[in-house]
């Protein structure tokens, strides 16, 4: 008797979908679809993929918008064996096609209005969505409406592939220069749908909102919520702060994803304390740390579910998690990422690697399934980052009795000014707090006195009269005079990612070079 192939992450799916087809698995305005329905549409778009290239593992990008052809070409690419690259649309024609050259992709699905975004070297291109959003075959080209038909019934070959082969290829940093292609493994995505499933409790009544990026953190959510059967909520790109509040109330929402920006931004929305939350079990913040006040602030805005978690894309998502009951039962926790889950050893170290004990700041290294496989083509600097087994994160964190973790900063962003260590974190912190402040990025410029100076950019809220010389005075009176800034730039946006993340290095390259 032959063993049967390894497990893949979408089984998950497919077999939820086995045993409850009739399931709503998508919800997009008028548009619903079941499990059953679901699923009969992804095997139909994984044996298209293979009938165009059968080589296993090879690779597809897919760069889109959060549509339902997207969701179904990223689980098609998933059911057919192969290796996903996501390619966000949001990103500079540059840099996505950079990240096509890295990968050199055999198939690329991009909508029809992503499909000059890059280069597509070598690949075959399949149109996802049409212009104009039909849903109907366009022209001659590949597509997938067609594919998805041409293909109805057939089944995709299972192939022998193990737990350590590469099931994503994702992106860190890009911005200039060679980015950064993260592999992570079949063993990785298993990992990540476990610990998501339990951490977060979730179940078949789960509905989950795509407001942020499918290529980003809400991503992570789609197998795990799928193959509990739940369902999936789309809504109209790009997801306004007052569009997420009414698709919240319409579509009983569960499950969000999304990064503080745009959270500070719904909870500036008129009346927000009116609206109906009662449905919301997870908001879950991820990209960037929210700041202490604004989560006591926001919690019974979004009926006490604001949650967050804590990883990078080299060891994914779920490394941390803090629950809404965390926050609530303790003030001081308000600045804490959660505690390590139970598939992920986490520690601090000092510079020479040596374990430090509790209390005491020091890089974070991990060692857990979750862990990448390594960068691509980039075996040095994954020797750098990979050391016997444990993961350095660059992040500077300490670890309180209690277990919970405290992030301070990057090291690399770390300022040293007068011989004293500044973390951005705390600065920021309490520039946050000022009536005046919007948004705030703190970062160090070199100095002739103090080797480094501490220096803030900051938002203004429309309106709010602001000062330098009061707002320096105001973080002096909670720090000190080391840790506050000495100039401070008023400027009308900060640079941010493609998913509202304010980009620090950016920020002070502006500055660097005024």
């Given at each position: 008797m ?5 497990d ?5 799916f497919?077999?939820?979908a086995?045993?409850a087809p009739?399931?709503?698995a ?7 679809l079941t499990?059953?329905?679901?699923a ?15 080589k ?5 990008g897919?760069?889109g918008?959060?549509?339902?052809e997207?969701?179904?070409?990223f689980l098609g690419?998933l059911a057919?064996?192969?290796t996903?690259?996501?390619?966000n ?5 540059e840099e996505l096609?950079r ?9 690329i699905?991009?909508d029809?209005?992503?499909?000059d ?8 291109m ?5 212009t ?6 366009c ?5 997938l409406?067609a ?7 057939r089944?995709p070959?299972r ?21 950064k292609g993260?592999q992570?493994t079949y063993r ?20 989950n ?7 980003h953190g809400?991503?992570?959510l789609?197998?795990?919520i799928l193959a509990?059967?739940?369902?999936q ?11 997420i509040?009414e ?13 503080p920006t ?10 927000l304390?009116?609206?109906?939350f009662k ?11 929210m ?5 006591k ?11 967050t ?8 998502q779920?490394?941390t998690v803090?629950r ?14 959660g505690?390590a889950?139970d598939?992920?050893?986490?520690r ?5 690697g ?8 020091g890089?974070i290294v ?9 960068y ?15 993961l350095y ?10 277990g919970?973790?405290?992030?301070k900063d990057?090291i ?8 004293f260590n500044?973390?951005?974190s ?10 005046a402040v919007?948004?705030c990025v703190?970062?160090g410029?070199?100095d002739d006195?103090w080797g480094?100076a501490?220096?803030?950019a900051?938002e203004?809220h429309?309106?709010q ?8 005075q ?15 730039h ?11 993340k304010?980009?620090r290095?950016?920020?002070k390259?502006?500055?660097?070079e005024?």
């Amino acid at each position: 008797m032959k063993i049967p192939a390894m497990d893949l992450p979408i089984d998950h799916f497919l077999r939820a979908a086995a045993k409850a087809p009739d399931r709503i698995a998508i919800k997009d305005g008028d548009l619903t679809l079941t499990h059953g329905d679901l699923a009969a549409r992804v095997n139909a778009v994984a044996a298209a993929l293979q009938d165009i290239d059968p080589k296993p593992q090879s690779r597809v990008g897919i760069c889109g918008y959060n549509t339902v052809e997207h969701l179904t070409a990223f689980l098609g690419t998933l059911a057919a064996g192969k290796t996903w690259v996501p390619l966000n649309p949001r990103n500079g024609e540059e840099e996505l096609s950079r990240m096509v050259e890295a990968t050199a992709p055999s198939i690329i699905v991009a909508d029809a209005d992503c499909m000059d975004r890059f280069d597509p070297g070598a690949a075959t291109m399949v149109r996802g969505r049409p212009t104009g959003g039909s849903q109907h075959a366009c022209g001659g080209d590949l597509n997938l409406a067609a594919l998805m038909s041409d293909f109805a019934g057939r089944m995709p070959k299972r192939h022998d592939l193990a737990p350590d082969d590469v099931q994503a290829i994702k992106f860190t940093g890009g911005s200039s220069g060679r980015p950064k292609g993260v592999q992570q493994t079949y063993r990785v995505w298993h990992t990540c749908i476990d610990l998501m499933t339990r951490a977060f409790e979730l179940d078949g009544d789960d509905r989950n909102l795509l407001a942020a990026p499918m290529t980003h953190g809400t991503g992570t959510l789609l197998v795990p919520i799928l193959a509990q059967g739940g369902t999936q909520v789309f809504m109209p790109q790009p997801a306004r702060p007052a569009a997420i509040i009414e698709a919240i109330e319409k579509d009983r929402v569960t499950t969000v994803f999304l990064p503080p920006t745009v959270i500070y931004m719904m909870m500036a929305e008129e009346d927000l304390t009116k609206r109906d939350f009662k449905s919301l079990k997870h908001v879950i913040v991820g990209g960037a740390a929210m700041r202490p006040d604004e989560i006591k602030r926001g919690l019974p805005m979004f009926n006490n579910a604001l949650e967050t978690c804590y990883g990078q894309t080299e060891v994914p998502q779920i490394v941390t998690v803090m629950r809404s009951r965390d926050w609530l039962a303790n003030d001081h926790r308000l600045s804490s990422c959660g505690r390590a889950t139970d598939r992920c050893d986490l520690r601090v170290v000092d510079p020479e690697g040596n374990f430090l004990p509790t209390g005491q700041a020091g890089e974070i290294v991990i060692k857990s399934e979750l862990v990448m496989k390594g960068y691509l083509d980039m075996p040095d600097a994954t020797a750098e980052t990979i050391k016997d087994g444990w993961l350095y994160t660059g992040d500077v964190a300490a670890i309180e009795e209690d277990g919970f973790i405290y992030i301070k900063d990057r090291i690399r962003d770390m300022i040293v000014t007068g011989g004293f260590n500044v973390f951005p974190s705390d600065v920021e912190a309490v520039l946050g707090q000022h009536p005046a402040v919007k948004e705030c990025v703190v970062f160090g410029l070199p100095d002739d006195k103090w080797g480094e100076a501490v220096q803030a950019a900051i938002e203004i809220h429309a309106g709010q009269p602001a000062d330098e010389s009061e707002i320096i005075q105001y973080v002096k009176s909670r720090l000190d005079s080391v840790k506050a800034p000495k100039r401070v730039h008023f400027v009308d946006e900060l640079p941010r990612s493609p998913v509202g993340k304010v980009l620090r290095r950016e920020a002070k390259a502006q500055f660097q070079e005024a």
